[in-house]
Structure formats: structure tokens, C-alpha cells
């Protein structure tokens, strides 16, 4: 089992210390979200909660995550990092490629990109991105950020995205995994197809069971049941080493986790008591697994 870290909403200020401290007690990995803006009004629901209200709001701290990827990287050594989940359908993946190839080699190749369609109409629309076809658009733009990543000469003549014969150098000089986020059976289905992970959003024990369940399933009908594949979990009823280890019978693979939730810690609060948290965390769980 690995256990990563998410800095999600966090002080910007807090992130380089909350890596190294990741680091020093045994995380393998620092978890990004992902969010461009904050709408006064949004025309959707925000699918992982009840009611499909936020959970933040617009004072709430965010960072590009691949910028922060680059600032914590060149802080640390060993331990890697990923976005849980970037939302691809409102950015262009030729940009991004160019982003991500960068991030990759300048980490010496310690990320992995977390990816997801998006949910609100809102980002995709101000930042010039069709909301509709959005799944289809997406699968195009996997296909892209693919293609120019392995490197060399590349291509692509698509109905979203057309491009003639160009290179980005250089490109990682290892595989960058690409972990598909969503609960949907659509997500499910490209998690199944072209990841090399899943990525939840906050579920419940059981419902992660029978999503992991199907993901099999599906894995095993696209012919890549033998093939690895990480299983990126935010369980919110099962913790603790039982717990954990429960999550790990079900085919858990990486718990992502916030140790400082578990003694009353805020995301505002100061790094002191959240860097003890980590350090215990990795006392009673990391090293007992």
C-alpha cells in the first residue's frame, strides 16, 4: 500500500514544507487538485457531494498544480507527485503537453498526471472550451497529450484536434502515467481503456468496493486485466491501520490522505501541528503497514 498526501487547500505558503515533511516520513507521493476559478454562480452541480453544493469557496487557496508540482519538486528527492484529478477538457493538450512534458523532466520524472473531463460548464466556456461533447473531446485530447509526450515526430488528425507534424523536446525520459478520475460508467469505462489508475473523489467504502469491481471488469474486457494499475483512493469511512488494510483487500493501491483531519486541524491553521500530524501518521500507520 502506498499512502499519499493531498495538500488541498492549503496555504500556498504551507506546500514546500508540507512535501519535505511528506518526504522525510515515508508518503510516496504529494496529490494537486485541480480548480482554475471560483464562479459566483455555477450552472451545474458539483457531482461528489449530496447535494451538489461546494465545498470551498471563493477565498478558498488554489494553485496551478502544475506549477506547484515544479515548486515542491525542486525541494525534494524522492518522493513523487500527482494531480488528482486536472480537469482536460477546458485546456488545449497541446499547451498542456508542453506543461506537463516540462514538469516530468525538470521532477526527474517523479509525476504523474491525474486527469478528468471537468464538471462545470462555467470553466469550460470562459476558458473558449465547448462544454458539449465534452467526454469525446476529452478522449481526443488523451490521445494528443500521448502522442507528444512518448516524443519524436508526431501528428494527429482528429475531429477536435488537428495539428501537422511537430516535436517537444525533451520529452520525459520515462512513461508519465495518466490516471483517470470520474465515478460515471463513462469514466470508468476510459479509466478501464487508456490509464494506468483511477483516481476516486471522496466515496464510501462500499461504494468503492463495487467501482473497483468494475473497473476489473472493464480492464478485463479491454484486454488489460494484467497490466498494472494503480487504485488512488479518498475512502471517507474506513480508517485507521484496520481500515486501511481493509481498503487494501478491495484492491486500494494508494491511499491519499490529510493526517492533520484526524486531530482537529484546519487547512487555514499553521504548519507546526500539521507537520506533527504527518509525522505521527507515519509513526502508527505508514510504518506498521
Not at 44 to 63: I, L, M, V
Not at 138 to 155: K, S, T, Y
Not at 267 to 282: L, N, T, V
Amino acid at each position: 500500500m502506498k499512502f499519499s498526501l493531498s495538500v488541498a487547500m492549503n496555504p500556498l505558503d504551507q506546500f514546500t514544507e508540507l512535501a519535505r515533511t511528506a518526504e522525510e516520513c515515508g508518503f510516496s507521493s504529494v496529490v494537486l487538485p485541480d480548480s482554475l476559478f471560483y464562479s459566483e454562480h455555477v450552472s451545474a452541480e458539483y457531482p461528489y457531494t449530496p447535494d451538489g453544493s461546494r465545498f470551498w469557496n471563493a477565498d478558498t487557496p488554489w494553485a496551478d498544480p502544475l506549477v506547484a508540482v515544479a515548486t515542491m519538486a525542486a525541494v525534494t528527492e524522492r518522493i513523487e507527485f500527482y494531480t488528482s484529478v486536472l480537469k482536460l477538457g477546458s485546456r488545449n493538450p497541446v499547451l498542456l503537453a508542453r506543461q506537463v512534458g516540462s514538469v516530468a523532466v525538470l521532477s526527474g520524472d517523479r509525476f504523474g498526471l491525474g486527469l478528468g473531463v471537468g464538471w462545470s460548464p462555467e470553466e469550460f466556456e470562459w476558458c473558449g472550451a465547448p462544454y458539449a461533447q465534452r467526454g469525446k473531446r476529452v478522449d481526443e485530447a488523451i490521445d494528443v497529450l500521448r502522442l507528444i509526450l512518448d516524443g519524436g515526430m508526431v501528428e494527429y488528425h482528429g475531429k477536435f484536434f488537428d495539428f501537422d507534424k511537430l516535436q517537444m523536446s525533451p520529452a520525459p525520459s520515462k512513461h508519465v502515467p495518466f490516471y483517470i478520475g470520474g465515478h460515471t460508467e463513462v469514466a470508468l469505462k476510459r479509466a478501464a481503456r487508456v490509464g494506468d489508475g483511477w483516481s476516486s473523489a471522496m466515496m464510501k467504502f462500499e461504494d468503492l468496493r463495487s467501482t473497483i469491481s468494475r473497473l476489473s471488469e472493464l480492464r478485463a474486457e479491454y484486454g488489460r486485466g494484467e497490466k498494472p494499475f494503480e487504485i488512488q483512493a479518498v475512502c471517507i469511512d474506513r480508517f485507521g491501520l484496520d481500515g486501511y488494510r481493509e481498503q487494501g483487500e478491495i484492491g486500494v493501491t494508494d491511499v491519499v490522505t490529510q493526517p492533520w483531519v484526524f486531530d482537529g486541524i484546519g487547512f487555514g491553521d499553521p504548519i507546526g501541528p500539521k507537520k506533527d500530524a504527518i509525522r505521527k501518521f507515519a509513526d502508527e500507520i505508514i510504518s506498521r503497514y
